[in-house]
């Protein structure tokens, strides 16, 4: 009977949570959607770059099957959990629907992730006695967002799937790209899994190995290197900053104080500096939020990289991309939505393999927030 009892739960919470797709969410054929092999025109709902491997829900191939995706697969729980990406993206897209800035939360986390220790999950680990000291406690993590869906798909997968143990490090990577999938209705690159979780969590390393907002273009393509990714990689994932936010200390001295003489950024263009003075005057106030695509912060285009060639960067960072030869004619180039999202959707797939534990590396965390030894 108690059987029959937890078969009838699972039940209802799998129907509730499939519910929260609507008719409007539900995957359409669009002229939007990331295509690595084609045009962006229709391709009745199966965008496949290496052939016809069967029907993928309406998602693409990123032409990745006999690529390194560092040891991850693309069916990795095809038998021990077959509903897990159905799971998280019900979980996923219904939180977006409430929370338009979910996309570039989860986003951010995926990547600060990455960018610290590999994709390993290290940045959702909580602190110890109040020690301060793990990723998501340095200062460039501390407004980061999101975890609570990543507890959320957690404890359901725990339900659907007992006794399978689908990794934290796994779901970030699955929560970041439904949530940007969200705006077009299908999935908008394979995510490749088998990636385990870490047991370290460092914020003297998040301190160093994530690029600050200052960063000129040769610490960027430098940071980038490490990590086995190139210049096309830099640039197609600053475009996530489409969808991104920043707060006005990051942008206070380009506005006031550029070169210690209370000057601007020549550099900005003048007309949005002063669109930014308004929104940020001083004295700094940390908590207000400036968006880094202005005109269309909750909108996955690419008026980012339209923006910055009229030299609207918010960021030091961004108005980096135009110092290169070669970053800046990808930045006019990924002015057109169809090359930019191709790109991305490449890169997203690259750096989702960064420094990932694969076999018997790292393990799977019972509590995403807790290295199983300290879960008591």
């Known amino acids: 009977m108690k059987y029959l009892r937890a078969s009838v739960?699972?039940?209802?919470?799998?129907?509730?949570?499939l519910a929260v797709v609507g008719e409007e969410d539900k995957p359409k054929k669009s002229k939007g959607d990331f295509n690595h092999g084609g045009h962006g025109g229709d391709h009745g709902g199966d965008f496949n770059n290496g052939g016809h491997g069967g029907d993928h829900g309406g998602d693409f191939n990123n032409g990745g099957h006999g690529g390194d995706h560092g040891g991850l697969q693309s069916d990795f729980y095809r038998d021990s959990?077959?509903?897990?990406?159905?799971?998280?993206?019900?979980?996923?897209?219904?939180?977006?629907?409430?929370?338009?800035?979910?996309?570039?939360?989860?986003l951010r986390l995926h990547y600060h992730d990455c960018f610290v220790r590999g994709c390993d999950a290290s940045?959702?680990?909580?602190?110890?006695?109040?020690?301060?000291?793990t990723e998501k406690n340095a200062i460039p993590n501390r407004t980061i967002g999101g975890y609570d869906v990543i507890d959320l798909i957690k404890t359901v997968l725990g339900q659907f799937c007992p006794g399978t143990d689908v990794s934290c490090a796994d779901i970030v990577a699955l929560a970041a790209r439904?949530?940007?999938?969200?705006?077009?209705?299908?999935?908008?690159?394979?995510?490749?899994?088998?990636r385990r979780d870490g047991t370290v969590s460092n914020a003297t390393e998040a301190l160093r190995d994530l690029p600050s907002a200052g960063s000129n273009y040769a610490t960027l393509r430098n940071l980038f290197a490490r990590f086995n990714l190139d210049e096309t990689d830099l640039v197609a994932l600053s475009g996530a900053h489409t969808i991104g936010v920043t707060h006005c200390p990051l942008v206070f001295r380009?506005?006031?104080?550029?070169?210690?003489k209370?000057?601007?950024?020549?550099?900005l263009n003048p007309d949005y500096a002063n669109k930014l003075k308004e929104i940020c005057p001083p004295p700094v106030n940390p908590a207000t939020r400036v968006e880094l695509d202005f005109e269309s912060s909750r909108n996955f285009d690419s008026n980012y990289f339209s923006?910055?060639?009229l030299n609207r960067g918010t960021l030091t960072s961004d108005a980096a991309l135009l110092t290169d030869p070669e970053a800046k004619?990808?930045?006019?180039?990924?002015?057109?939505?169809d090359t930019f999202k191709k790109a991305f959707a490449i890169s997203m797939v690259k750096m989702g393999s960064i420094g990932v534990l694969t076999g018997n590396q790292g393990e799977i965390r019972k509590n995403c927030r807790v290295i199983n030894q300290n879960n008591v």
């Open 81 to 106: 959990c077959p509903a897990l990406e159905n799971i998280v993206q019900s979980i996923v897209w219904g939180r977006v629907r409430k929370d338009p800035t979910m996309p570039a939360k989860l």
């Open 123 to 133: 940045i959702l680990i909580d602190p110890v006695n109040g020690d301060n000291t």
């Open 9 to 17: 739960t699972i039940f209802v919470l799998l129907v509730s949570l």
């Open 262 to 267: 209370n000057d601007t950024d020549p550099a």
């Open 307 to 309: 923006g910055l060639t």
């Open 329 to 337: 004619s990808l930045v006019e180039s990924y002015q057109d939505f």
């Open 178 to 194: 439904d949530a940007v999938s969200f705006q077009f209705r299908k999935p908008m690159w394979d995510v490749f899994m088998g």
């Open 254 to 260: 380009r506005l006031y104080n550029f070169s210690g």
